[in-house]
């Protein structure tokens, strides 16, 4: 259900609407006019809310806010919002914000600056945060350690449980989570890890060392994102540690940090599923131009993938002239192959995106899929035989059922190993996409239907 947040200022009405993340503004009288009680809304939705706003306006909201509010409120926004009031922004508001950000939010902000806006940011930080935004900035997207964040807590094996409360206790406003500690050697190598709660039992003079959990879950550097969000699903972590090579904890990978990448994972596979090219934007963000570029290149090669069943029917006109009535169920036998093949193509992109199947599971698949493709055929057949029987007469009729039998296996077989011939390929599962299933599928199911349709009706 919808949230409404009010706010009254100068006989004006401003009315926050949260709902699916998006935020209504009204203030007709006095648009401009600061709220006094704007702190009391949650941060995500003063966010929305400042997005609502023209650029103008958003920085002087902003900029009334106290100054963390200003900056937890700021790491809301989206990427595009951030960078707009970025530039827009004096250079020593600009610092005060990315100072008290956490790393990973201002290495991506740093990202969409052109070159000469990150020279600008980094001349007013500290060198200890100019040190830490190259590190991270400097990480390959979609690594584990370009979405890792260096603010983490670290405890000593030889603390007891009393020292180690108490130094979190001082570490904590410096750091993004506290719930997990992670234990380092000498060297910085990670030997283990301990949840807050273990601390709070635990007697006061107990060693860290007995406590610990000594084979901690971690990845490395350059480990894929969707990789490290998997993990911290399966072992319902609320944060994953960042090695190198060396075993030396880098950062840590936050729960929330791996869900906004997760869903950037799968944004992209619905675009591949759906031909269109990926792009970072939103849909009501982005320009026309974009959408159509990102667009119009599988649709045109679409296009000369479907001259291939233009063909086979030009191939088969003799046939298609003595029996009319078979044209009448052309559309639907290419429509249901490619429906199986879409079925197929879709469960398995996202089963191997899960890691619910695994590339050497695809001999066993393919024999389940066929099983399984021959009772999907079998029973549309039958549901079909009888139109046959009114539209063309026993002969048209068994042509049909035979040929939905065998275009609805080749459609579910082709759906289920395009996906895994793409993976072995080192390519993405997720190119093999409905259209791209559809038309094979079209382009052999004509070629079926009338090759059968020419042996049993010339006999």
């Known amino acids: ?47 929305a809310w400042l997005e609502e706003l023209p650029p103008t306006m958003a920085q002087a909201q902003l900029l009334a806010l106290a100054l963390p509010r200003r900056t937890e409120t700021f790491s809301y926004l989206q990427p595009n919002m951030q960078l ?40 007013g930080l500290a060198r200890e945060e100019r040190e830490d935004i190259r590190r991270l900035s400097a990480y390959a997207e979609g690594t584990a350690g370009a979405i890792m964040t260096s603010d983490y807590a670290t405890l000593a094996a030889d603390m007891t449980a009393h020292e180690a409360i108490e130094l979190l206790r001082r570490k904590a406003p410096e750091k993004e989570t506290i719930y997990r500690s992670y234990i380092l050697d000498c060297e910085r190598r990670l030997i283990g890890s301990i949840r807050l709660h273990e601390l709070i039992l635990a007697a006061a003079d107990t060693r860290i060392e007995e406590i610990m959990d000594h084979a901690p879950v971690s990845v490395a550097l350059d480990s894929d994102q969707e990789k490290v969000a998997q993990l911290i699903a399966r072992y319902d972590l609320l944060a994953l540690p960042v090695v190198d090579k060396g075993g030396r904890l880098v950062g840590i990978v936050t729960h929330d940090d791996a869900a906004d990448a997760m869903q950037a994972e799968t944004t992209e596979d619905f675009q591949k599923i759906a031909t269109v090219r990926p792009f970072s934007q939103s849909v009501r963000e982005a320009s026309m131009g974009v959408l159509y570029r990102k667009r119009i290149f599988w649709l045109v090669l679409l296009v000369f993938g479907n001259l291939f069943s233009g063909a086979g029917i030009a191939f088969f006109e003799e046939t298609i002239l003595a029996y009319v009535s078979l044209v009448f169920f052309l559309p639907l036998l290419i429509d249901s192959s490619g429906n199986a093949g879409s079925q197929s193509a879709t469960l398995m992109v996202r089963a191997l995106a899960t890691g619910d199947v695994a590339l050497k599971d695809w001999r066993n698949l393919i024999l389940r899929e066929l099983l399984i493709a021959l009772a999907l055929g079998a029973t549309m057949a039958l549901v079909v035989f009888p139109v046959g029987l009114l539209r063309g007469g026993s002969e048209i009729a068994l042509v049909v059922g035979l040929t939905m039998l065998l275009v609805v296996i080749i459609g579910s077989l082709a759906g289920m190993s395009l996906p895994f011939l793409l993976s072995r390929l080192r390519l993405d599962p997720a190119t093999a996409s409905a259209p791209l299933v559809t038309t094979i599928s079209d382009a052999v199911g004509v070629l079926v239907y009338f090759w059968i349709a020419t042996a049993m009706l010339s006999l």
């Open 1 to 47: 259900m919808p949230i409404r947040l009010r706010f009254a200022h100068a006989g004006a009405s401003v009315s926050l609407r949260r709902g699916g993340g998006s935020l209504i503004k009204k203030n007709e009288e006095n648009p401009g006019s600061e709220l006094p009680k704007v702190n009391a809304a949650p941060a995500v939705d003063l966010a």
């Open 84 to 123: 707009a009031l970025a530039r827009r922004l004096d250079r020593r508001d600009l610092v005060e914000i990315v100072t008290q950000m956490s790393a990973d939010d201002r290495a991506d902000l740093f990202n969409h600056l052109t070159p000469e806006e990150q020279q600008r940011l980094l001349r």
